[in-house]
């Protein structure tokens, strides 16, 4: 892998694990080089569904999944960097899923300090292996001036970033084994006057999964670097490595250089810095050695910082060019929505303006396409729709919610009021059975057992089966009807499953057949998937937000007002239960 590879605005990446000011740090950079949407395309957790942040002043959405297996694969396959901030113990078994289930990626960067080194050293393996450059642990990641920040490198605050000047790229690359001088260095070489061509932070562990001796070829095979700013501490031997690269000139550019830790040479026993590797066991890991070795060889070693300002000071020819861009105030939102809102005074509902909406869209289209949050174009789905909402508007005043809904307005209660008491039956035992009958069918329909199996499992009532009039020799004419929508239909998975436990509890009482509501979760389930292209993690989630009611509460609620209007037309006064309608049995 090689820096000019991963210089590209493009870059997408996936988090594994939140980091909330990390990520807002990557969204803010991306804001300000002018990147169209955000690099980050997912996060790795479990807790909830999704993270809002920034985006400059306004806001975005980052979808949260609980696994990398639930992933979609359009997202695996595009995601072309991994950030991990999890914690340690998590690091070897989340970045070695990440490599070996992201089939493009290139980068992957590790936040987590006290990852052990035996994990490091494997997954430094397998990330060669695959030809992915693998930073850290312990890093802070990587930065490529105008294309891409993998992580906290650079600053955390727009401020810092506006202020930095890392918006566009220079000639420098800054390369250190620790997080918090790579910044000191970012901003020592761009307040000279000179750019960074990229910085990276390899992380101060024994066994960094990058080493400086292959940062170092990177730099050295990078057409944007004319030299490179090197921070190495004591311990180790890797600036051993550098010198002897230097020697068999297959690293040429110039390199100004500060190792730290002169001072652990004033101490009688070594003591222990830091960083795991900052320790001297022996003089040739000490910074003196280390730092006579990297001279000897040509580099230029600094003996401070302010060293290596004036250094990269008598470097700059002419004054660069400095890209600047700033976020203005911003303050997060207390809801946000994705159905509508006001753009520029107009409403808009959709991603469209609101008269525009209206016209390019029937009622069953509109209703559907909000519930969903997105515009529906499948025929197959908004003819469906139609249907279902014309079938469930009322089946007589007979049911729980008419009656509720009857009592109430004859009451004397008002529309809202009337309507709620109706609404307010809705539930397990009247017309939430739909929603739940598409729970049942969505997992019966991907598993391994069969219906008979989920019959003899279920233990009771299951929803979408049974009905009080109709029988297996007296079918219900709705279900018929709502199966010609099947018929045509790309897919039948989930009815095939549902009618397939229809064959078993019928068997058992001829009254168990599948009912409307089993036959509506079963064929808009099949329709979601195979006309729509819905997943079975986003059929799931339409399960557990109740999506499935919906389509009864919509079409039940103009029932339920229909009643309401019929009883205050006819205005027959309270409606009273007689003596002989309740019996009373005593203690």
Not at 1 to 25: N, W, Y
Request: proline residues 3%.
């Amino acid at each position: 892998m090689s820096i000019a590879d991963l210089r590209t605005q493009d870059m997408k990446v996936l988090c594994l694990g939140s980091h909330p000011g990390i990520i807002q740090s990557i969204l803010d950079y991306d804001f300000l080089v002018k990147k169209q949407q955000p690099s980050i395309m997912a996060i790795i957790a479990g807790g909830r569904k999704q993270e809002r942040y920034f985006w400059g002043e306004s806001e975005v959405i980052i979808p949260v999944v609980p696994t990398l297996d639930q992933l979609s694969e359009a997202i695996k396959n595009r995601c072309d960097a991994v950030l991990n901030v999890q914690s340690a113990r998590r690091v070897l078994s989340s970045t070695k899923q990440a490599l070996e289930q992201l089939p493009n990626l290139k980068v992957a960067a590790v936040f987590a300090e006290q990852t052990p080194e035996v994990h490091s050293i494997e997954l430094a393996k397998l990330a060669k292996e695959r030809g992915v450059l693998a930073i850290g642990p312990s890093s802070v990641g990587l930065l490529l001036p105008g294309f891409a920040k993998l992580g906290a490198i650079g600053g955390t605050q727009h401020l810092q970033l506006s202020a930095a000047k890392i918006l566009n790229g220079g000639d420098t690359a800054v390369v250190s084994t620790s997080g918090g001088i790579v910044n000191e260095l970012i901003h020592t070489v761009t307040g000279t006057g000179l750019g960074v061509s990229f910085g990276l932070a390899l992380g101060g562990d024994r066994f960094p999964m990058t080493t400086p001796a292959e940062a170092m070829l990177l730099a050295e095979a990078d057409t944007e670097t004319k030299r490179i700013v090197f921070f190495g501490e004591l311990g180790g031997t890797d600036e051993y490595e550098i010198a002897q690269l230097i020697k068999e000139k297959k690293l040429t550019k110039e390199i100004i250089a500060y190792i730290a830790g002169t001072v652990a040479e004033l101490f009688e026993t070594p003591p222990q810095f830091g960083h795991a590797k900052a320790l001297a066991q022996t003089y040739d890991e000490s910074a003196s050695a280390k730092k006579a070795a990297l001279k000897e060889s040509g580099v230029i070693v600094c003996e401070t910082f302010t060293d290596i300002a004036k250094e990269l000071s008598a470097r700059v020819s002419d004054e660069r060019n400095i890209t600047k861009a700033t976020i203005g105030e911003r303050k997060k939102s207390l809801v946000v929505s994705h159905i509508s809102g006001d753009v520029d005074g107009d409403v808009h509902i959709l991603g469209k303006e609101l008269l525009r909406t209206v016209e390019d869209n029937t009622i069953a289209s509109m209703t559907l396409s909000m519930l969903l949050g997105k515009q529906v174009t499948s025929k197959k789905a908004i003819e469906f729709t139609d249907y279902v909402l014309k079938l469930l508007v009322d089946h007589g005043p007979y049911v729980s919610g008419a009656v509720n809904t009857i009592v109430s307005a004859r009451a004397g209660k008002d529309l809202v009021s009337s309507l709620a008491s109706g609404l307010l039956t809705i539930g397990p035992r009247f017309g939430g059975a739909i929603n739940a009958a598409s729970g049942n069918w969505l997992e019966g329909g991907v598993s391994a057992q069969s219906p008979r199996e989920f019959v003899e499992k279920y233990g009771g009532i299951i929803p979408g089966i049974g009905h009080k009039k109709y029988r297996i020799d007296l079918p219900d004419p709705r279900v018929k009807a709502l199966m010609e929508f099947a018929n045509n239909s790309n897919g039948d998975k989930y009815l095939k499953f549902a009618k397939g436990v229809e064959k078993v509890t019928s068997s058992k009482k001829g009254n168990l057949i599948l009912n409307v509501d089993g036959a509506i979760a079963a064929i808009l389930l099949d329709i979601l998937e195979s006309e729509m292209g819905y997943s079975h993690a986003e059929l799931k989630e339409l399960v557990e937000i109740e999506f499935f009611n919906a389509l009864f509460v919509l079409a039940r609620s103009v029932g339920f007002t229909a009643h309401y209007l019929d009883q205050r037309r006819h205005d027959e006064g309270l409606l009273r239960l007689s003596p002989n309608e309740i019996r009373y049995l005593g203690e």
